[in-house]
């Protein structure tokens, strides 16, 4: 068992920024993948950024050039650093790590509040 816990989220305005932080621990586990999603009231969750183990990084065209994904593996933590934010940001965001045998955790998700 993997308990993921996440932390940073908060109210903000236009413009500002954010750090997200997506601890994980457990025993007996390798953190292999990781990505941040969003979920909009209404909406369907979907991928912002995600990064490999290789550290190969992906975004969302909405977040290029304003998020970036990190990860520390000594720490078995993926981070989320948000500028430049925007309204349209507004959602509830949300962790999920891959381990080596696959297995899939998600964090408890973090209320990210975008003010024009």
């Not at 990505?35 to 369907?44: L, T």
Request: net charge neutral; aromatic share 10%; charged share 20%.
């Amino acid at each position: 068992q993997v308990d993921l816990v996440e932390s940073g989220g908060g109210l903000v305005q236009a413009g500002g920024s954010l750090s997200l932080s997506c601890a994980a621990s457990g025993t007996l586990f390798r953190l292999n993948a990781a990505g941040w999603y969003r979920q909009a009231p209404g909406k369907q969750r979907e991928l912002d950024a995600s990064i490999t183990s290789g550290d190969r990084t992906n975004y969302a065209d909405s977040v290029k050039g304003r998020f970036t994904i990190s990860r520390d593996n000594a720490k078995n933590t993926v981070y989320l650093q948000m500028n430049s934010l925007e309204p349209e940001d507004t959602a509830v965001y949300y962790c999920k790590i891959t381990t080596y045998t696959w297995a899939e955790y998600w964090g408890q998700g973090t209320q990210v509040t975008v003010s024009s």
